[in-house]
């Protein structure tokens, strides 16, 4: 009898050892869980912002992931650049459906259509003490991005209030 009691009690500490181990972690309480579609709707919530789109995903060989964001400006866009760069690049490092491990992009242009003009972002990012890696797009590594913002996924950020309408421009030029 003693040896079916004590077998049991062994059994019952070894299945709340090994449950505790096979569950998947939860949600990290510092960064809520956030997709890319609560990043594209922050990002089509800026004033002056026309279009938005997000894109990701495997890039080169397995285990690079590339993450990023284009948005198309009214072609009047006065506000802080650098302050939109910034709030950008935090809501692309907050979202936990995707871990970027290449690049994180940025690519922000004034107006649609054929009248489009590319906005040169090398100052905006110098002034965030960011160096941009890319070549047709403002694009920054993962190591950038944790000791910019912090671990992955980022905390949300909050809109600036220099990216209400009416701020002056500044940290960007449209590229010829």
Known sequence: MRTIIGRLALLAMVL?????????????????????????????????????????????????????????????????????????????????????????????????GSSARILELGDAGSALGLTNVGTRTFAVSPAQMKQHFGAWPGKVPTLPASLDSGSPATSATPAP
Request: glycine letters at 12%; a negative charge; one cysteine or more.
């Open 16 to 112: 709340v050892g090994v449950s505790g181990c096979s569950q998947a972690p939860g949600p990290r309480t510092s960064s809520p869980s956030r997709s890319s579609a609560d990043v594209l709707a922050a990002l089509k919530a800026i004033p002056g912002v026309e279009d938005a789109q997000i894109t990701g995903g495997p890039v080169g060989l397995p285990g690079q992931v590339e993450y990023g964001a284009g948005l198309a400006l009214a072609t009047d866009y006065h506000n802080d650049v650098a302050a939109l760069l910034d709030y950008i690049l935090g809501q692309l490092w907050s979202q936990s459906a995707t871990k970027p491990t290449t690049t994180i992009t940025v690519s922000i242009q004034l107006g649609t």
